[in-house]
Nanobody
Framework: QVQLVESGGGLVQAGGSLRLSCAASGTIFSRNAVGWYRQAPGKQRELVARITSGATTNYADSVKGRFTISRDNAKSTVYLQMNGLQPEDTAVYYC??????????WGQGTQVTVSS
């Protein structure tokens, strides 16, 4: 059974940084694409960044140049380095793993709060 555990969220001042981690188990991690999504109160969940099994990345326009997604297959973990955080980045951040059979698995989410 695939399980994802996010960590690294918290409260930070505007301009600060956080690094989120998404640790996976129950899957051959290196074969999977992983995405970070976020959902702010009253808004739809949106894609923030995604990394494929071949380490190709893509980002939402709103985070380009500030956020970096990376993966460590040896640790079955994907990271989201967030720099230059702004209040509009406040949300619950989720990671989603997509298997080669196109099955999706979600983590429980981690809260990121950016104060102005």
């Amino acid at each position: 059974q695939v399980q994802l555990v996010e960590s690294g969220g918290g409260l930070v001042q505007a301009g600060g940084s956080l690094r989120l981690s998404c640790a996976a188990s129950g899957t051959i991690f290196s074969r999977n694409a992983v995405g970070w999504y976020r959902q702010a109160p009253g808004k739809q969940r949106e894609l923030v960044a995604r990394i494929t099994s071949g380490a190709t990345t893509n980002y939402a326009d709103s985070v380009k140049g500030r956020f970096t997604i990376s993966r460590d297959n040896a640790k079955s973990t994907v990271y989201l380095q967030m720099n230059g955080l702004q209040p509009e980045d406040t949300a619950v951040y989720y990671c989603k793993l997509t298997t080669i059979l196109a099955n999706d698995y979600w983590g429980q989410g981690t809260q990121v709060t950016v104060s102005s």
